[in-house]
């Protein structure tokens, strides 16, 4: 990033320990903090993000060289404003339910699936409009084996029913730089949800935003339940190693994450991981990479079935210049399938026809060089081409799997199984064994697939087996980032050691402890065309729709979206 994107801002070890010190003098009033309190501190934010969104999206598009008019303006108000200003109305209506009966209310009721777990669903969160305003999609919670209808009550919220006074501690939240809401919305999670106050470290990649964000913080900081602080790794580590930091929360990479737990690469941390004598000795959760796979069923597609689905995977590539731990990096696919190579040369003309981005993340050339097999010798713009790679062997190439290349590249494996049914469950067993991560993956099949039982059968059994704590159906699993009332997080069960995609999650909007996975579901093709593909020309019109939906909930303003997405 240039110097002119950047505050250069840098907070001192001096005001790092000053701010932790205010931050513990306010926690234990902040543990007393009646819910009626914390509901109006929320409103209070969601109206700061109001009056500070345009200077938001301003700022965004300027650092990443999106030009007034484009429709790529849109990514930015999705993934900023209306993904905060959903996330604090959720929040406010799950704290209402808290205040009046004790508990968030559920949208709908829960249910056994066909293995027995229970399930629970977490969209249409019957506010905002959802009805209307995100269908025809729905996504639900499978949980842990041990969750039952009968104690369900009992992973709602337990933060806000335990006896006697609350304690409050003292989070440091290290933001990330690609995607603007996630510093916002995880710092909101630590506080709202799980009672903590929290020191925010930005980002050197787009701590520009600072400003923006002090003012959307302003009622907590006013409050003394929030600060934010600047600078690079030194200002991290001066913060997460204070002695009065209780927990950490680190959105970023897996190496990031090692480094802070572990130290530097070396025999020094080996031998401090086979010991389990982490560096930092303190609570970590956390949201990391991830190989993120899209298996796609082989079958009958229509013509205007494959185009969609085409767009749809390269939109998860195209969005935000391919900056995100959710983009698709491995196309799954059955070699036997006819229509294959018909698909993928659909996918490449999504590519060819989408204009060429500034890949403005650090590092990116070097990476895209590495990934895409580029001659060294080649000479390399800021604008990388969005690059489709068939028929890659991962026993050949194990980097694309075992790492997640954060740039502008898609690899498609190719996999042999004598039956569809067996490409499906060798699809499954590849993810899960052969990719690095478990945040998230997403399933493509034919219109008429789920009409037979037996693959009824066979998807929900995948389903259930995916290994990510976020699976959709048909769709981007990105989608379910900004819905908010989904958990955000990896597939339980990492560790510090073997971390994955991460420790924990966030969002998770009505506070239901004990879930798995959650799966959304859609159907194959839509109507209006979805403002995040890249070949909506109305986007931005249409982002701004629903933040204004948000903002100011009524049936007027739900109208309004609907005709500005039909002109799409």
Same mark, same amino acid.
């Given at each position: 990033?240039?110097?002119?994107?950047?505050?250069?801002?840098?907070?001192?070890?001096?005001?790092?320990?000053?701010?932790?010190?205010?931050?513990?003098?306010?926690?234990?009033?902040?543990?007393?903090?009646?819910?009626?309190?914390?509901?109006?501190?929320?409103? %209070?934010?969601?109206?700061?993000?109001?009056?500070?969104?345009?200077?938001?999206?301003?700022?965004?598009?300027?650092?990443?060289?999106?030009?007034?008019?484009?429709?790529?303006?849109?990514?930015?108000?999705?993934?900023?404003?209306?993904?905060?200003?959903?996330?604090?109305?959720?929040?406010?209506?799950?704290?209402?339910?808290?205040?009046?009966?004790?508990?968030?209310?559920?949208?709908?009721?829960?249910?056994?699936?066909?293995?027995?777990?229970?399930?629970?669903?977490?969209?249409?969160?019957?506010?905002?409009?959802?009805?209307?305003?995100?269908?025809?999609?729905?996504?639900?919670?499978?949980?842990?084996?041990?969750?039952?209808?009968?104690?369900?009550?009992?992973?709602?919220?337990?933060?806000?029913?335990?006896?006697?006074?609350?304690?409050?501690?003292?989070?440091?939240?290290? &933001?990330? &730089?690609?995607?603007?809401?996630?510093?916002?919305?995880?710092?909101?999670?630590?506080?709202?949800?799980?009672?903590?106050?929290?020191?925010?470290?930005?980002?050197?990649?787009?701590?520009?935003?600072?400003?923006?964000?002090?003012?959307?913080?302003?009622?907590?900081?006013?409050?003394?339940?929030?600060? /934010?602080?600047?600078?690079?790794?030194?200002?991290?580590?001066?913060?997460?190693?204070?002695?009065?930091?209780?927990?950490?929360?680190?959105?970023?990479?897996?190496?990031?994450?090692?480094?802070?737990?572990?130290?530097?690469?070396?025999?020094?941390?080996?031998?401090?991981?086979?010991?389990?004598?982490?560096?930092?000795?303190?609570?970590?959760?956390?949201?990391?990479?991830?190989?993120?796979?899209? /298996?796609?069923?082989? &079958?009958?597609?229509?013509?205007?079935?494959?185009?969609?689905?085409?767009?749809?995977?390269?939109?998860?590539?195209?969005?935000?210049?391919?900056?995100?731990?959710?983009?698709?990096?491995?196309?799954?696919?059955?070699?036997?399938?006819?229509?294959?190579?018909?698909?993928?040369?659909? /996918?490449?003309?999504?590519?060819?026809?989408?204009?060429?981005?500034?890949?403005?993340?650090? +590092?990116?050339?070097?990476?895209?060089?590495?990934?895409?097999?580029?001659?060294?010798?080649?000479?390399?713009?800021?604008?990388?081409?969005?690059?489709?790679? %068939?028929?890659?062997?991962?026993?050949?190439?194990?980097?694309?799997?075992?790492?997640?290349?954060?740039?502008?590249?898609?690899?498609?494996?190719?996999?042999?199984?004598?039956?569809?049914?067996?490409?499906?469950?060798?699809?499954?067993?590849?993810?899960?064994?052969?990719?690095?991560?478990?945040?998230?993956?997403?399933?493509?099949?034919?219109?008429?697939?789920?009409?037979?039982?037996?693959?009824?059968?066979?998807?929900?059994?995948?389903?259930?087996?995916?290994?990510?704590?976020?699976?959709?159906?048909?769709?981007?699993?990105?989608?379910?980032?900004?819905?908010?009332?989904?958990?955000? +997080?990896?597939?339980? &069960?990492?560790?510090?050691?073997?971390?994955?995609?991460?420790?924990?999650?966030?969002?998770?909007?009505?506070?239901?402890?004990?879930?798995?996975?959650?799966?959304?579901?859609?159907?194959?093709?839509?109507?209006?065309?979805?403002?995040?593909?890249?070949?909506?020309?109305?986007?931005?019109?249409?982002?701004?729709?629903?933040?204004?939906?948000?903002?100011?909930?009524?049936?007027?303003?739900?109208?309004?979206?609907?005709?500005?997405?039909?002109?799409?």
């Amino acid at each position: 990033m240039s110097s002119a994107q950047s505050t250069e801002k840098h907070t001192s070890t001096e005001q790092v320990c000053r701010f932790l010190e205010e931050l513990d003098r306010a926690k234990r009033r902040y543990a007393e903090t009646s819910v009626r309190r914390r509901i109006l501190l929320a409103e %209070r934010c969601a109206e700061e993000v109001a009056e500070a969104a345009p200077e938001w999206v301003d700022l965004a598009c300027r650092a990443k060289a999106i030009p007034p008019g484009s429709p790529q303006r849109a990514e930015e108000v999705f993934a900023g404003p209306v993904a905060t200003m959903r996330y604090l109305r959720l929040l406010a209506h799950a704290l209402r339910g808290i205040e009046t009966r004790g508990l968030p209310r559920l949208p709908g009721k829960a249910y056994r699936a066909a293995d027995g777990r229970l399930c629970v669903p977490l969209l249409p969160t019957g506010v905002l409009y959802d009805r209307l305003a995100l269908f025809p999609f729905k996504v639900t919670a499978r949980m842990r084996e041990g969750v039952r209808q009968e104690n369900l009550n009992d992973y709602l919220a337990p933060q806000y029913r335990t006896a006697g006074p609350r304690l409050a501690k003292t989070v440091a939240v290290l &933001g990330a &730089g690609n995607v603007s809401a996630i510093p916002l919305t995880d710092a909101f999670t630590k506080l709202f949800q799980e009672g903590s106050v929290v020191l925010l470290k930005m980002s050197p990649v787009n701590d520009y935003l600072g400003p923006v964000f002090e003012r959307v913080l302003k009622p907590l900081v006013d409050e003394g339940y929030l600060r /934010i602080i600047y600078g690079g790794s030194d200002v991290g580590a001066a913060a997460v190693h204070h002695r009065l930091v209780d927990e950490v929360h680190i959105t970023g990479s897996v190496h990031s994450h090692d480094a802070l737990v572990w130290g530097p690469p070396g025999a020094e941390r080996d031998q401090r991981k086979s010991a389990n004598r982490p560096v930092l000795e303190k609570p970590i959760t956390s949201e990391l990479g991830n190989v993120s796979p899209w /298996i796609f069923l082989p &079958g009958e597609y229509s013509r205007r079935q494959l185009t969609f689905q085409a767009e749809n995977i390269a939109a998860s590539v195209v969005n935000n210049v391919s900056f995100n731990c959710v983009a698709t990096k491995v196309l799954i696919t059955w070699k036997r399938w006819p229509l294959r190579s018909q698909f993928l040369d659909l /996918i490449d003309a999504v590519f060819l026809r989408t204009s060429k981005r500034r890949s403005y993340y650090p +590092g990116a050339v070097q990476r895209y060089r590495r990934f895409a097999e580029v001659d060294p010798a080649a000479e390399l713009s800021e604008f990388l081409p969005w690059t489709l790679l %068939r028929d890659v062997k991962p026993d050949e190439k194990p980097q694309f799997f075992s790492e997640e290349s954060f740039v502008c590249v898609l690899v498609e494996v190719a996999l042999d199984a004598s039956t569809p049914e067996d490409f499906f469950r060798s699809a499954v067993a590849f993810a899960n064994k052969r990719l690095s991560g478990t945040l998230c993956a997403a399933v493509t099949h034919p219109a008429g697939f789920r009409s037979r039982l037996s693959h009824e059968r066979l998807l929900q059994t995948c389903l259930g087996e995916l290994q990510y704590g976020a699976v959709a159906v048909n769709h981007w699993p990105g989608l379910m980032y900004a819905m908010m009332s989904p958990p955000w +997080g990896g597939f339980p &069960g990492s560790s510090l050691a073997d971390a994955q995609s991460g420790i924990g999650a966030v969002h998770n909007t009505f506070m239901l402890e004990g879930i798995e996975k959650a799966v959304l579901e859609g159907p194959l093709t839509m109507f209006p065309k979805p403002p995040w593909f890249p070949s909506h020309s109305h986007a931005e019109r249409v982002a701004w729709s629903y933040f204004q939906l948000y903002h100011r909930p009524s049936w007027t303003n739900a109208v309004k979206l609907l005709f500005a997405s039909l002109r799409g």
